[in-house]
Antibody, heavy 123, light 107 residues
Framework: QGQLVESGGRVVQPGGSLTLSCETS????????MHWVRQAPGKGLEWIAT????????FYADSVKGRFTIYRDTFQKTLYLEMTSLNADDTAVYYC????????????????WGQGTLVTVSS | EIVMTQSPATLPVSPGERATLSCRAS??????LAWYQQRPGQAPRLLIY???TRATGVPARFSGSGSGTEFTLTVSNLQSEDFAVYHC?????????FGGGTKVEIK
């Protein structure tokens, strides 16, 4: 199983921007699709973005489409989530997660999760 | 969007007993259904994928069943570490969607 460590969460003002990082180890990032999933305080899990293992396709939830960008650096073994135009509804713990199947453009469940990083949008 | 509905929201169970959790999809997801366990303050942990395949290291007391729109997670002989929130997730279609979760609590 891989290891995932998120960082970058902090308090940010409404309308602000923030980039989260997810350092990976123990597996080749180029062989796995990756996901970002968030959890607002006291709420359930919400999928927000996926990047295919080839890096050729990205998918976004409607709630973040046009504002968030998922990308990766396979040499740095790091996944990123760039977030812009943040609002209070974006306040959540953000998890990065590894796709459960290797080198397939499907099977989008998550078999490894990071510990999460908290983003708070508040003035 | 495929809406996932979990029931009940809270399930009181005594240690050593069996818990049966339900997850319903608004449209068929075939068997593209995963279950996760989330303990307080922790990240989710994959338990089941493909509706019934246990993930690596998951004890045999966890079992999943179902297909189409109706799915069940059964936890037999509940241990203290099993009291947690359980989430289902469909990966049949975009957007990926989770259920609202079922909290299994000590009765």
């Amino acid at each position: 199983q891989g290891q995932l460590v998120e960082s970058g969460g902090r308090v940010v003002q409404p309308g602000g921007s923030l980039t989260l990082s997810c350092e990976t180890s123990g597996f080749p990032l180029s062989s796995y699709g990756m996901h970002w999933v968030r959890q607002a305080p006291g709420k359930g899990l919400e999928w927000i973005a996926t990047i295919y293992y080839r890096g050729t396709h990205q998918f976004y939830a409607d709630s973040v489409k046009g504002r968030f960008t998922i990308y990766r650096d396979t040499f740095q073994k790091t996944l990123y989530l760039e977030m812009t135009s943040l609002n209070a509804d974006d306040t959540a713990v953000y998890y990065c997660a590894r796709n459960g199947l290797r080198e397939v453009s499907g099977g989008h469940f998550c078999d490894s999760w990071g510990q999460g990083t908290l983003v708070t949008v508040s003035s | 969007e495929i809406v996932m509905t979990q029931s009940p929201a809270t399930l009181p169970v005594s240690p050593g007993e069996r818990a049966t959790l339900s997850c319903r999809a608004s449209h068929s997801v075939s068997r593209d259904l995963a279950w996760y366990q989330q303990r307080p303050g922790q990240a989710p942990r994959l338990l089941i994928y493909g509706a019934s395949t246990r993930a690596t290291g998951v004890p045999a007391r966890f079992s999943g069943s179902g297909s189409g729109t109706e799915f069940t997670l059964t936890v037999s002989n509940l241990q203290s570490e099993d009291f947690a929130v359980y989430h289902c997730q469909q990966y049949y279609d975009w957007p990926l969607t989770f259920g609202g979760g079922t909290k299994v609590e000590i009765k």
